[in-house]
């Protein structure tokens, strides 16, 4: 059932294209793209002595996406994204949208699932420092072995197969709601999540995943919250959970954003290799970060950033991890400039600190290059 649903849910945009295609009189298409170059040092010589295949992008990388929006009727579109980065060539987008009004429309195929508000701007030309915040870290996080850490709370960009729904309202004139609602194929593992697998578009199981967010805008004040949960194992015996809350708030010249997630996963307590007794068949991934830019001219912002990374629970068998509880801090002192229009230069200081595993604290230096179009 699992993987017929995913199978049919790709299948559906094609049909709708071709079924609208013959009563479209006139198409238009919208291009947009972003590339940008990043490079990654450390400073003194503590990842000397670590396995490079832990350390996650110690040097360049680069990341491209293009996109392409057909808008086929007045109701109908097309949206197609193709990105090229660390995992290769891959499909970030590729839907089909039903417009049936401000309060209601549906998304169909593969979209970016709109869990927080990060993976809703992740790519490189929306943000404003170099590194991505810890919640939604992925190739770019140190010591992030599947064992251990194993990337942040929900990797960004997550990209998923399925069926949205979404809307806005207002209330008064003054207060926008914004709401979505998903159900997709969900992540994949064994025993934790397996991200690599998570990508793929086959199913692991028969049991799709369900979520919801809102977003409550008034003025320059947002508040939103997100929640979503499935089961990620091939016997949809093990199950996640997720939780999170999220502010953004403009007070010229600053902007203000923050976040906080939490994931509650499964463990296979019929696993070899515990360190502990088991006392809860589950660990929790807590992540969160605030932000404030400081926009001193059109072309020139100043950022801080705190963000963090908590892991509770029983370690995984074969994991570095040593406590019940390990955690990853890190500041970030960043700037961002804009010479002219589409380009975007970015370059930061962050510092790297552990608790709870033999990881040396660590400080970076990042410098990004991005253009968009």
């Not at 891959?90 to 401000?102: F, I, P």
């Not at 960004?156 to 069926?163: E, N, W």
């Not at 360190?275 to 589950?282: N, S």
Request: aromatic share 12%.
């Amino acid at each position: 059932m699992g993987r017929a649903w995913a199978s049919g849910v790709r299948l559906l945009p094609v049909l709708v294209v071709l079924g609208a295609s013959s009563r479209a009189h006139a198409v238009d298409y919208t291009f947009s793209g972003s590339g940008a170059l990043d490079y990654r040092g450390f400073v003194g010589g503590a990842t000397d002595r670590v396995d490079p295949n832990v350390i996650g992008i110690n040097s360049l990388a680069l990341e491209l996406s293009h996109k392409i929006v057909v808008d086929v009727t007045e109701r109908i579109g097309v949206t197609l994204k193709i990105c090229f980065g660390c995992h290769g060539i891959e499909v970030d987008q590729g839907y089909a949208e039903l417009h049936g009004s401000d309060f209601w429309n549906l998304r169909i195929g593969r979209f970016n699932v709109p869990i927080g508000e990060f993976n809703v701007r992740h790519d490189p030309a929306n943000y404003t420092t170099p590194s991505k915040p810890l919640p939604y870290a992925m190739g770019d996080m140190l010591y992030y072995t599947r064992d251990d850490f194993n990337l942040g709370v929900v990797p960004t960009p997550y990209s998923d197969d399925g069926l949205e729904v979404f809307g806005s309202a207002w209330i008064a004139e003054r207060l926008q709601l914004d709401y979505t609602v998903f159900a997709v194929r969900g992540f994949a593992g064994q025993n934790d999540l397996d991200f690599a697998a998570s990508r793929r578009f086959t199913d692991n199981n028969q049991l799709p995943s369900v979520g919801a967010r809102m977003v409550a805008t008034l003025g320059p004040v947002s508040l939103g919250g997100s929640v979503a949960g499935g089961t990620y194992d091939n016997q949809d015996n093990l199950a996640y959970y997720i939780f999170g809350g999220e502010l953004y708030a403009r007070v010229r010249p600053f902007v203000l954003r923050g976040e906080y997630i939490v994931r509650r996963t499964d463990i296979d307590r019929n696993a070899p290799g515990y360190q502990f007794v088991i006392k809860e068949p589950y660990f929790l991934k807590i992540g969160y970060y605030a932000q404030i830019d400081w926009e001193i001219n059109e072309w020139l912002s100043l950022i801080y950033r705190f963000d963090g990374l908590r892991r509770e629970g029983i370690p995984l068998p074969g994991s570095r991890i040593d406590q019940e509880v390990a955690q990853i801090l890190r500041s970030t002192a960043a700037v961002a400039l804009r010479p002219w229009g589409g380009v975007l230069l970015k370059a930061d200081l962050e510092w790297w600190a552990f608790s709870g595993v033999p990881f040396p604290d660590q400080p970076v230096v990042r410098v990004a290059v991005i253009y968009s179009y």
